[in-house]
C-alpha cells in the first residue's frame, strides 16, 4: 500500500486559499486518492476523491500531476469553520482489502482571523 | 439509521475490566472498520469486515482486542482486560461495498470515548 507524505501542520488566514501537498512516491496504477477532514470530537467525512488530473465539487479542489507520485487539495477562501485535521490517502481500487482506509498523521490545519 | 451510530459514546472503566463498544453501520453497508484514535493522533486502523468474507484483523493491536459481526449489521468491539493505554477514541466506518475501479467513501461514526483509570 503506498504510503502518504504530508506537512504536520499549516497556518492560514479568512479568506485565503489554502494548497495542502500529499506526497504518494509508490502509487500504484489501480490506487485512489481519497481526502478526509476531521473536526475535533467529531469522525473524519469525505472530502474529495481522484485519480488523476483535477477533480472539483462544491468544497474543494484536487489536483493530480501525471506522474500521480503527489496530490495537492486547494481549499479556495477558507474560513474559521476549516480549522480541521486533512487526511491524504491512497486506497486500492479492489474490495476485501482492509488497508483501503489506513490514515496517516494528517495534517492540522489553523485558521486564523 | 441516518449514520453511522456508536454507543455508548463515553465510556470509563477501571483497569484490568472488559468492555464493548457496539457500531451501527448504515443500512445496506458491506464494509465495515474500526479504528483507535489517540490523543492528538491519527487513526489507528484496527480490523475491517467485508460482508460474509474473513474479517481483515491486521491491525488489531494485541490478542486483548477482539470483533465480531454478524452478516451485514451490528459490530461489536471488545477489549478484555482494559489497559491505560487502551484509553483513546474508538471510531467505526462503514461503505458499501467497492466496485471495481471506483472505492467508495466511508463514513464514520461519533466514536466511543474509552477512558481507562
Known amino acids: 500500500l503506498a504510503k502518504t507524505t504530508q506537512p504536520i501542520s499549516m497556518d492560514s488566514y479568512e479568506g485565503q486559499e489554502v494548497n495542502i501537498t500529499c506526497s504518494h512516491n509508490?502509487?500504484?496504477?489501480?490506487?485512489?486518492i481519497t481526502w478526509y477532514q476531521q473536526f475535533p470530537s467529531q469522525g473524519p467525512r469525505f472530502i474529495i476523491q481522484g485519480y488523476k488530473t483535477k477533480v472539483t465539487n462544491e468544497v474543494a479542489s484536487l489536483f493530480i500531476p501525471a506522474d500521480r507520485k503527489s496530490s495537492t487539495l486547494s481549499l479556495p477562501r477558507v474560513s474559521l469553520s476549516d480549522t480541521a485535521v486533512y487526511y491524504c490517502?491512497?486506497?486500492?481500487?479492489?474490495?476485501?482489502?482492509?488497508?483501503?482506509?489506513?490514515f496517516g498523521p494528517g495534517t492540522r490545519l489553523s485558521v486564523l482571523p | 439509521g441516518a449514520g453511522v451510530s456508536q454507543s455508548p459514546s463515553n465510556k470509563v472503566t477501571e483497569k484490568g475490566k472488559d468492555v464493548e463498544l457496539r457500531c451501527d453501520p448504515i443500512?445496506?453497508?458491506?464494509?465495515l472498520y474500526w479504528y483507535r484514535q489517540r490523543l492528538g493522533q491519527g487513526l489507528e486502523f484496527l480490523i475491517y469486515f467485508q460482508g460474509n468474507s474473513a474479517p481483515d484483523k491486521s491491525g488489531l493491536p494485541s490478542d486483548r482486542f477482539s470483533a465480531e459481526r454478524t452478516g451485514e449489521s451490528v459490530s461489536t468491539l471488545t477489549i478484555q482486560r482494559t489497559q491505560q493505554e487502551d484509553s483513546a477514541v474508538y471510531l467505526c466506518a462503514s461503505s458499501t461495498r467497492i466496485s471495481s475501479g471506483l472505492n467508495t467513501e466511508a463514513f464514520f461514526g461519533q466514536g466511543t470515548r474509552l477512558t481507562v483509570v
Open positions: 509508490n502509487i500504484a496504477t489501480n490506487d485512489y
Open positions: 443500512s445496506g453497508h458491506t464494509a
Open positions: 490517502l491512497v486506497a486500492r481500487g479492489t474490495h476485501n482489502y482492509g488497508q483501503n482506509f489506513v
